[in-house]
Each structure stands twice: as structure tokens, then as C-alpha cells.
């Protein structure tokens, strides 16, 4: 199966989105900025929505990644993902919120983060991105519960229209709040979408596909339109309803054509060096921007040229961390983490009387393989 350049094109588009959103909009309307991008902010608000691309995205790959593989082999490739360039994005975070003095930090805060389970013990997220990685553990588990019984289309079919009715039942309120935790019915039609959309790439679009395809769009704009009233109401701004609609139409054409393979012809090799950089880029712009934007606007802030010149800085700067980060933690890291992982799994296995699969043996060999032609 040939890598999809086309969702590296929009990871990073999506990625970018966001950081413009926080560095022009919401940085100075939550008061942390003294920059002020008047005009081009009533564009950038809408920024936030590449996080629904985000949503839509993983939907189509996670499920793509975890077909065929064991839980063992999903729960550990999703580990290697996250966790090691995580944890540096998290105490880099920390340090610089820290030494400025501009977000207050406890000890308890920053080791709890580093789990990335600290919502669920009501720990607030050191930076405010990291509320999304939540929202993407517990779509996790959903696969990881598929993995476990075996991934197969009918299946998926079963569990896409069972969340959707799901869905539909906790926005009736004929289910108890405490069942959203799991439904995360304000984003549940993102990931159904994506998964929806990974049958398509595998087999075809079919007229039930669609149907859940068609009833995931009308609940995003649904739950899309109410969400930017939230949005509004905090930022105390307004959110033009017909933009909102745009957006999540055009995410959800992008990712219907990039299934259907249609996108193929546009797609690039350099556009996977582009979205090597979201995932860092990501975890590290908010809050470390916010403190830079707070050192350097009050120099800036009287003149329109140097305001913008800040901006690009900051986000070339940005970019080459989350580079940095890519190279030198994300992409060595990944193999080593990934054996250890390998290797207490099987020990555990062994401990508990376990046979030693067949699967077990075979990324045995991959990863010697692998480690032969590393050295």
C-alpha cells in the first residue's frame, strides 16, 4: 500500500492553521500577546478548525495501521508514536513556562502530563494543546478493542453505526453525561468519518459507506456550528455560521478524494518531510510562542512591518525545533523504544504461560533485520 503523501500535505496545512490561530488570534485575545493582527485575525480565528482535519485524519490512518496487526503490535506502534518526542515537547514546555514566569507549573502537573493521561485525574494540561492527544487515547481504545477481536470491514461497518446511533442518543440526552467520555460525541463524527473513509481506500466506496458518510458530515456541521458558539462565547468574538459549513465541507471533499484515490496524481515524496514536522510542531508552538510573544511584542507592537516579520520568525523557528526534534529524538528513538517495548511484552507474555505467536516471531526477525542494516 503506497504511502498517501497527500495527508502529510494536509497534516501540515491543518498543523499551521492552528499555530497561525494561536499566534494571531487567540495569544491576543486571551491577553498574552501584546500583538494585534486586526484584519488578518478575523481570517486566522477559523484556525482552529484544522484540528478537525486533525480528527478526520487519524480516523482514516489509525484504523488503516491497526488492520492486521495484533494489539500488542497496535498498542506498541501507538506508544512509539506518541510518547518519546512527547515527553521532550512536555519538559521543554515546562522549563520555558517556568523560567518566564508565564504559566505556573507544579511538579505534580508536569509528571502527570507525561503519562498524557492526566485529564482523567483532572490534572490540568501544561500546555493547551495536549487536550486533543486526550481525545486521541480514548479513540484508541475504540481500535485497540477491534484489534483485539479481530479487524475485519463488517465489523468496522457495525461499529461505525452503532457510535453514530450512540452519538445520537447522548445529543438526545437519553444517555448519562458520563458515557461521553468515551462517545466524545463533539468530535465522535470526525473519527467516523475517517474510519468510514479508510474502507473506502480499502474497498470501495458502497452506498452504506456513504450513508454514514452523509450522516457523519450533517452531525459536524451540527455539532461544528455549536462548538463555534463555545469558541465565540470564550474569545468573545463571532464566528460567521457559512465559513464554519465551508471548512468542514472542504475537509471532508479533501479526505473523500484523497480515498478514492483520486489525489494520487498531486501527490509529492517531499510532502512526507512536511508532515514529519506537524506532530512536533504541534506540541511545541502554543505556550513557548506565547512566551516568546509576550518578551518581544511590546518591541514590536507600533510597527506593522516588524509585527509580521515576528510572526514568520516565530514560526520558522517553530518549524526548525519541531525539525530538530523530528531528527534528533523522534526518528532514533522510534526503533529503540519500539524493541524495548517488543521485548517486555514477550516477557510478560512468557511470565503469564503465553505460546510465542507466530506474528511475535516474524517482527522478532524484522526488527534483526532491521538492526543488521542500521549497523
Not at 35 to 54: A, H, M, P, T, W
Not at 93 to 119: C, D, E, R
Not at 205 to 216: F, K, P, Q, R, V
Not at 274 to 292: D, K, M, R
Amino acid at each position: 500500500m503506497r504511502r498517501l503523501y497527500e495527508l502529510d500535505l494536509l497534516r501540515i496545512i491543518a498543523a499551521v492553521a492552528v499555530v497561525v490561530f494561536h499566534y494571531t488570534f487567540s495569544a491576543w485575545m486571551q491577553g498574552v500577546s501584546p500583538v494585534e493582527f486586526l484584519g488578518f485575525g478575523k481570517l486566522s480565528r477559523y484556525g482552529y478548525l484544522g484540528v478537525d482535519l486533525f480528527f478526520v485524519i487519524s480516523g482514516f490512518v489509525v484504523l488503516l495501521s491497526a488492520w492486521g496487526r495484533s494489539p500488542r503490535q497496535f498498542v506498541v506502534s501507538r506508544i512509539v508514536r506518541l510518547y518519546p518526542v512527547f515527553w521532550v515537547a512536555v519538559t521543554l514546555t515546562a522549563v520555558v513556562s517556568v523560567v518566564s514566569g508565564k504559566f505556573a507549573i507544579s511538579l505534580v502537573q508536569y509528571l502527570a502530563n507525561l503519562t498524557m493521561l492526566n485529564a482523567a485525574a483532572n490534572i490540568e494540561n501544561i500546555d493547551v494543546v495536549y487536550w486533543t492527544l486526550w481525545a486521541e487515547i480514548r479513540f484508541y481504545l475504540l481500535v485497540f478493542v477491534l484489534a483485539w477481536i479481530g479487524i475485519t470491514r463488517r465489523r468496522v461497518l457495525l461499529t461505525l453505526w452503532s457510535w453514530l446511533a450512540l452519538t445520537g442518543f447522548m445529543q438526545l440526552r437519553l444517555l448519562p453525561g458520563a458515557a461521553d467520555l468515551l462517545l466524545q460525541t463533539t468530535f465522535s463524527h470526525y473519527f467516523i468519518a475517517g474510519m468510514a473513509l479508510s474502507l473506502v481506500y480499502r474497498f470501495g466506496m458502497t452506498w452504506e459507506i456513504a450513508a454514514i458518510l452523509l450522516l457523519s458530515y450533517a452531525n459536524a456541521i451540527y455539532r461544528g456550528l455549536g462548538f463555534a458558539s463555545d469558541v465565540a462565547d470564550r474569545y468573545d468574538t463571532v464566528f460567521h455560521p457559512w465559513v464554519i459549513v465551508g471548512v468542514i465541507w472542504v475537509i471532508f471533499i479533501a479526505m473523500v478524494l484523497i480515498a478514492l484515490k483520486s489525489t494520487a496524481p498531486l501527490a509529492r515524496p517531499w510532502f512526507s518531510v512536511a508532515g514529519s514536522l506537524t506532530y512536533p510542531l504541534y506540541l511545541v508552538h502554543a505556550h513557548i510562542g506565547f512566551v516568546l510573544l509576550a518578551w518581544l511584542g511590546p518591541l514590536v507592537a507600533p510597527y506593522t512591518g516588524m509585527k509580521w516579520a515576528l510572526l514568520v520568525a516565530l514560526i520558522i523557528g517553530m518549524g526548525l525545533l519541531a525539525h530538530a526534534m523530528h531528527v534528533l529524538i523522534e526518528r532514533p528513538a522510534a526503533p529503540q523504544f519500539k524493541r524495548v517495548l517488543n521485548r517486555i511484552a514477550r516477557s510478560e507474555e512468557r511470565s503469564a504461560g503465553q505460546p510465542d505467536t507466530a506474528d511475535g516471531t516474524l517482527a522478532r526477525l524484522d526488527e534483526d533485520v532491521r538492526g543488521r542494516r542500521a549497523h
